[in-house]
């Protein structure tokens, strides 16, 4: 099993980025899909997550109307659309995969958001 996230790095405020997460080793289509954060210090936290279906989302409050996750069933992938960032969206970006008690963490991807 293995999730590799992608498309870190360092954005000004404002700026955007597009995450991505390949999954393989396991039936992508049916796990739902998370993307958690943990910035410097502090613990880790829930992104955003899409249903297996892709026919449901939620978001942290702190990141609705700026963050979009969607994902291709197709290509075993899932994405993170980050517009707007702040500073405060600095941290270390994890992608998950859940299904019933099976869980699966990628090694993360660093997003500074820094003038």
């Known amino acids: 099993v293995q999730l590799v996230e992608s498309g870190g790095g360092l954005v000004q405020p404002g700026g955007s980025l597009r995450l991505s997460c390949a999954a393989s080793?396991?039936?992508?289509?049916?796990?739902?899909m998370t993307w958690y954060r943990q910035p410097p210090g502090k613990e880790r936290e829930l992104v955003a997550e899409?249903?297996?279906?892709?026919?449901?989302?939620n978001y942290a409050d702190s990141v609705k109307g700026r963050f979009t996750i969607s994902r291709d069933n197709a290509k075993n992938t899932v994405y993170l659309q980050m517009n707007s960032l702040k500073p405060e969206d600095t941290a270390v970006y994890y992608c998950?995969?859940?299904?019933?008690?099976?869980?699966?963490w990628g090694q993360g991807t660093q997003v500074t958001v820094s003038s």
């Open positions: 899409i249903g297996s279906a892709a026919g449901s989302t």
């Open positions: 998950s995969a859940r299904a019933s008690i099976r869980r699966y």
């Open positions: 080793g396991f039936t992508f289509s049916t796990y739902v």
